[in-house]
């Protein structure tokens, strides 16, 4: 795969959680947050666009997330539970973006906001019709879905490289 190859990144941020006292990175799926991840995993495989790798979240609730969302998915692609995408900075995410090999030509990264949601607006350069309106509108809610995609090299990935191609929220 050249480094002229059009790559896609898929942004899902982790399905509704439960509200608990105890810790933040043990929180579970709520009951709504189980019923939502397999759509938002039927919802990615309706897109075309199917991951050879996922970076996901070491938190409880991220983990839950993709393995009801992948169980939707016609192939499985290499997971890696990655801590750094736990509480990580839009900065840090690019980061871990650019560490990707080039035999990979497309990736979901499973997460949380603020990041999740900043990472695509920090990455999206143009959006198709009126994708980024919406996205903005929602704020990346629980099972949200970004798609974008981009020419080139992962390690040269930065803000504005990406064309916002696919948004979807389960209630928006």
Known sequence: MSAETTRHVVLLRHAKAERTDGDDHERPLAARGREDAPAAGRRLAGSGVLPDLALCSTAARCRETWRLALSELPEQPRTVYEERVYRASPGELIALLNEVGDEVGSLVVIGHNPGIHELADALTGEADGDLLARMHRSGLP???????????????????AGRLTAFWAPHA
């Open 142 to 160: 629980t099972s949200a879905i970004a798609v974008l995609a981009f020419t080139g090299s992962w390690r040269d990935i930065e803000p504005g």
